[in-house]
């Protein structure tokens, strides 16, 4: 314990001294090491859109007017037509915006998380999408606080293997989002929830969850609309209705099993160590055979695995909760990853460098490789998906060349 805190100490230093010579940019830089996310290696193209709306039939629960209503920041990736010389996008929704907001928000100079602006996409902006084809459509719901965009390398292996995905970003439950002037909200609580969750902790995260999903439920009605913002629906030829999944990491990985077996429409579910805990009793204990896949951190095989998910009293209803549904589900299967912890199953695996000289220890990343977890993540969630939805065969087998993983498939058939 004592090198560690000398370590730290030393590091301490060096930053002090680098801020004084230099400045928050080299600090920054330093202390907070980004890169941008690969390139994905299908072989569509992929083009975005960002999308305003408004939910009216839905009174906003988070803001104290009786008149306000459920508005909602949305982006969309599909396969697109693009030509060489179009200049992609970056990895954030207004990146200097967002990141001068962050900076506000945690008390800090903007000047040290600047660099990631810099950060890339591999989407064109308003590209054309393909014609003549019908792919099919994953919804994807963020973490607690999180972001549409924080699993963008699993959504653009999708689009690039030829899938279409659209997300929100679930407003006050985001840790930013904005309207449609760029007025920027950030992350806050419902009191009146946490009021009610003081007698019933369950309460909270189960109203949260549903909150969540009607967000998921109205962009499925607005992107199936023969019109979207008054001009002809640019999707409704491309998009297969009849081939609709949810994915989502954490809370939203609860959100999605709530939307699998509560909506008819969802088809196929894949969840990022999933925070199951505010599922009801109704929705984990549903039989069902619709195809589920959870990728997940060892702690979720077995609770004497170190882990950071599951070692408090809900993490261990999660756990248990977890076991229910897959038992029930005879169309589930499950990915443990070796050595993982909750953010490595999200971007911040992948854009952050955990192992520069003085870079700062980040909790919830493991010590898998950058590497070793995307191609985990991608080839299990694209091998999954085109079972659910393309009629291939999921062999678990493929996945054979990672030691590591221990799996388990709890088809009863």
Known sequence: MDSVYQNNTLKTLLFLSAFLLSGCAFIGQAVIPMESIDKPGGKYNIGTQIFFWTDESRSEQYTVSPDDRRELMVQIWYPAETKDGHQNTTHMVFP??????????????????????????????????????????????????????????????????????????????????????????????????????????????????????????????????????????????????????????????????????????????????????????????????????????????NLDISGDLNNSTEGKINFEIHNTLLELNTNSFMVYVKNSLHYDFTDFKQIYIQDRPFSFPIGGLGSVSKSKIKKIMNKSILEFYDYSFKQKEFEVGVLDQYKELIRTNYDQN
């Open 96 to 301: 200097e915006l967002t990141l001068s907001s962050m900076a506000n928000t945690l008390n800090a100079p903007s000047a040290l998380i600047r660099h990631g602006a810099t950060l890339m996409s591999s989407a064109v902006q308003g590209a054309h999408p393909v014609k003549g084809e019908q792919f099919p459509l994953i919804l994807f719901s963020h973490g607690d606080g999180g972001v549409a965009t924080q699993n963008l390398s699993q959504v653009e292996m999708l689009v690039s293997n030829g899938y279409i995905v659209i997300a929100p970003n679930h407003t006050y439950n985001a840790s930013i989002t904005f309207d449609k002037n760029r007025k920027p909200t950030t992350y806050k609580s419902n009191i009146t929830w946490a009021e009610q969750a003081l007698h019933n902790k369950k309460y909270y995260a189960n109203r949260l969850i549903r909150y969540r999903y009607d967000d998921l439920a109205f962009i499925l009605e607005k992107i199936s609309a023969l019109k979207i913002d008054g001009s002809p629906n640019p999707f409704l030829g491309i998009i297969d209705f009849n081939r609709v999944g949810v994915m989502g990491h954490s809370m939203g990985a609860g959100t999605s099993y709530h939307a699998l077996i509560n909506d008819s429409r969802i088809k196929a579910a894949v969840a990022l160590d999933g925070w199951f805990f505010p599922l009801d009793d109704k929705t984990f204990l549903s039989k069902t055979d619709k195809p589920f896949l959870h990728l997940a951190q060892e702690e979720f095989f």
